[in-house]
């Protein structure tokens, strides 16, 4: 079996294509979605991220505006950033690039965007309204992958998944929304004994661990859908996901590219976010 490639880049277009008859309504009531992006420091990967995510606003024809801050810059020169953000009209969504610089705790953004603004899912707010079950926003990620299945025509309910990763970002919220969707799902994570014995039985294996080639292809079911989220980079080779791609293609029913399966897609959650965060803030107005 050769596994159907999920090109992550086309329907990252598509969905931009989509939300420009939405970006266009909302231009007839004067509201422009507007992105803000903040960036501590100067980790040259974050730098490339930031790019890409303006590159997605024009693409989708929203406003984006960037907040580079020093990478030593004070708790307090993060808090009173956002503040104002969380207040400026023109901005809809706030993303804050991760990681910080290790003096700056995460846990402060995870407390200081506001919840109607948090485009990224991930305040402690909306991560307790996802395990309630009402979220404002998904994580991006996460959000990303569910995604892809969707429009791949994967069933999720009722399917065995399995999550390699337990990060606040991409491996807990994953395992909650596939939960929610009705799979049974396995978290997979460092301590985990014999990986392999808990991939093997995956309908749906979400490989979020940031090892490279971590899942080799006996480590998967055959037909079994692959999502692989990692991004490692590694001297030689480029960019290279969590997933030995050759070998477990052959494998697969279904598999996604690094570059090029959940990255773009990552940014195309974020740009839709931003839209409807635009859309409840026109709709609140008007109410
Ligand atoms: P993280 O380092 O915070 O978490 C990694 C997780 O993997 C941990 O829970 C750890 O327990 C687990 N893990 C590590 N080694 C393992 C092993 N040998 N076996 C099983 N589990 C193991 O990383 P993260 O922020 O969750 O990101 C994970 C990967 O996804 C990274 O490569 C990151 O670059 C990538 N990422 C990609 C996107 C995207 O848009 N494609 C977005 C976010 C993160």
Redesign the pocket.
């Known amino acids: 079996m050769t596994a159907i490639v999920l090109d992550g880049a086309a329907v990252a277009r598509d969905i931009y294509a989509q939300l420009k008859e939405r970006v266009a309504a909302l231009s007839q009531m004067d509201v422009r979605p507007g992105l803000a992006a903040v960036h501590a420091g100067d980790n040259p990967a974050s730098k490339i ?1 930031l790019r890409n995510k303006v590159k997605a606003c024009n693409a989708a024809g929203i406003h984006s505006e960037l907040h580079p801050l020093a990478a030593d810059c004070q708790p307090g020169v993060l808090l009173a950033t956002l503040e104002k953000l969380n207040r400026n009209p023109r901005v809809h969504g706030i993303l804050v690039q ?1 990681p910080l610089p290790s003096h700056l705790d995460t846990a402060l953004v995870a407390k200081a965007v506001a919840p109607e603004k948090d485009v990224d899912g991930l305040t402690w707010h909306n991560v307790g309204a996802l395990i309630a079950g009402h979220p404002l926003f998904e994580p ?2 996460p959000g ?1 992958v569910i995604t892809l299945l969707e429009r791949a025509g994967i069933a999720i309910e009722g399917r065995e998944a399995v999550v ?8 807990k919220p994953m395992a909650l929304m596939l939960t929610s969707r009705g799979a049974t799902v396995t978290v ?5 004994m014999d ?1 392999g014995r808990h991939t093997r039985r995956a309908d749906i294996l979400v490989a ?4 490279p080639r ?1 899942i080799t292809a006996d480590m998967v079911m055959p037909g079994a859908a692959v999502i692989d ?4 980079r590694v001297a030689g080779q480029g960019i290279t ?2 997933v030995d791609f050759a070998r477990v293609r052959e494998v697969a029913g279904w598999i996604t590219p ?1 570059p090029g ?3 773009p ?3 195309a959650m974020v740009i839709a976010n931003t839209v409807r965060a635009a859309e409840r803030s026109a709709a609140a107005r008007a109410a």
Do not use: E, F, P, Q
């Not at 390699?164 to 991409?170: C, N, P």
């Not at 997979?188 to 985990?192: D, L």
């Not at 989220?229 to 490692?232: A, E």
């Open positions: 991220y991760l991006c990620t990303a390699v990763g337990r990060s606040a970002i991409v491996g997979c994570h460092s301590k985990t990986l979020a661990a940031g090892r971590l989220v990692g991004i490692n996901g969590d690094v399966g959940v990255g897609m990552t940014v």
